[in-house]
């Protein structure tokens, strides 16, 4: 068995790839499932319900966003406490937020099953496809809390030493949706009710491979009987606001695209958009599993005073986000139309054209958006929770919904989409001049 690494000592580079490559397999299992999801959804229902999916990413944003806010605030926060060697006041941290996030689960999941109905509408479904949401939406939150709780657990389990489980549990998940998804939705024809019960069982499954990792006598972080950590907790979710928005702006955004193209163009417009969203989701939750890798190494340096170490993980993240971001661009442009065909059916004609217009706008964006999201990251893992969540509102929300607003006024057709890479641009100035100038923001 190999030695573990010391991510206080050994190779930065080394330790880096050591925490990167599994949970950025784990994370690009999670955006393969998504997809395949969305191909069998497409495929074998139709585009109406490839629409329901767009429809349902607020609810899902929102809820991962709380999930993430308790799990990456927490989660650095343990780091620290355990590069000062305080592990019963990590295990803690640990045990409280994960009490929270059942709750939470438990809430949400109570409410959508008794009002399916209001729900669906809320999120914008019109008479055309209010059945197929309700359908999923329900079916969904019966598996709501363990759902979260198997997000919410990943992100202390990397910080515990266990990366490489993670991505395991993740991979898992992934594979198993895709599985239930050819079993539910093509050969038991179950329709929406089968995709999102497919979903629902696969991501159940993080949580159950992860636990019993915190009951190993090797184990850092267990579960104990918190006491006296208010003000921690508190801490915890005021340092995990960046990633909160991260995650529910981007069901935001969804949420301003969906109701301006059911406008524009109808179901179809959305339908199109889901498929680019798709795309717009994987690109980001693979740089975001560079963040969610370093979170671990920098937040334990951070706690002890390796400055230069931090500093180095940072560099090294973001010429990787780099290399990766340029590399999804031009596969993205390069293969377009071949993409957006694996969705659709052979009549889905006029909604492959809107995508693929679609697409010819958004794929700069993937050649910064890795930097945003990793130096974003970074602020929240060395407790600067204010430019942490400056820069996430900015480039996720505050950026975009202004300038769709803005271009509907102005054009109300495609080009609402330049607000993406336009919000990235502008954002990754901000962030230049704010280090540039003030070179102890980055601790």
């Known amino acids: 068995m190999g030695k573990q690494l010391d991510v206080t000592k050994d190779n930065v580079v080394k330790v880096f790839f050591k925490y990167t490559i599994p949970t950025m397999l784990g994370m690009w299992s999670i955006s393969l499932a998504s997809i395949v999801d969305g191909i069998f959804v497409g495929k074998f229902i139709d585009s ?17 966003g709380l999930i993430t806010m308790f799990g990456a605030g927490g989660c650095v926060l343990s780091g620290k406490l355990l590069g000062e060697n305080k592990k019963f006041q990590a295990s803690s941290i640990f045990s409280r937020v994960i009490q ?45 809390p363990i759902q979260l709780l198997g997000i919410g657990i990943s992100f202390f389990a990397r910080v515990n030493g266990k990366p490489g489980l993670t991505s395991f549990a993740l991979l898992f998940s992934a594979i198993m949706n895709v599985f239930l998804d050819w079993i539910f939705v093509v050969i038991m024809n179950k329709g929406m009710a089968g995709a999102s019960l497919a979903t629902g069982i696969s991501q159940s499954m993080t949580f159950f491979i992860l636990l019993p990792s915190f009951f190993s006598k090797n184990s850092n972080l267990r579960f104990v009987m918190p006491k006296g950590i208010k003000k921690e907790i508190f801490y915890s979710m005021y340092n995990g606001l960046s990633e909160l928005l991260n995650e529910t702006s ?103 054209k809107m995508a693929t217009i679609y697409i010819s706008i958004i794929w700069y964006t993937f050649f910064i958006n890795g930097i945003n999201i990793v130096v974003s990251g970074y602020f929240t893992s060395i ?17 975009p919904v202004s300038l769709i607003l803005i271009f509907n006024t102005i054009f109300k057709n495609e080009y609402i989409f330049y607000a993406v890479p336009l919000s990235e641009l502008l954002t990754l100035i901000g962030i230049i001049i704010y280090t540039r100038f003030g070179k102890k923001n980055l601790g």
């Open 250 to 352: 981007s069901g935001i955004v969804a949420f301003v695209f969906n109701h301006v193209l059911i406008q524009q163009s109808g179901v179809k417009g959305v339908a199109a958009f889901t498929i680019v969203n798709y795309f717009l989701y994987s690109g980001g939750l693979i740089a975001y599993s560079v963040v969610a890798a370093i979170h671990g190494p920098v937040s334990i340096n951070y706690g002890a005073k390796n400055t230069k170490r931090m500093h180095d993980f940072l560099k090294v993240s973001i010429l990787f986000n780099i290399v990766l971001g340029s590399l999804i661009a031009f596969i993205l442009k390069g293969f377009d139309i071949h993409l957006v065909n694996f969705f659709l059916k052979s009549s889905g004609v006029e909604v492959s």
């Open 383 to 399: 407790h600067k929770p204010i430019s942490s969540f400056a820069f996430s509102a900015l480039r996720s929300l505050i950026l």
């Open 48 to 64: 109406n319900a490839l629409a329901v999916i767009n429809l349902v990413v607020p609810y899902v944003s929102l809820l991962l």
């Open 100 to 144: 929270i996030m059942f709750g939470i689960g438990v809430i949400f999941s109570i409410l959508v099953i008794i009002f399916p109905e209001n729900a669906a509408r809320l999120l914008g479904a019109n008479q055309v496809i209010l059945e197929y949401t309700v359908t999923y939406i329900k079916i969904y939150s019966y598996f709501l």
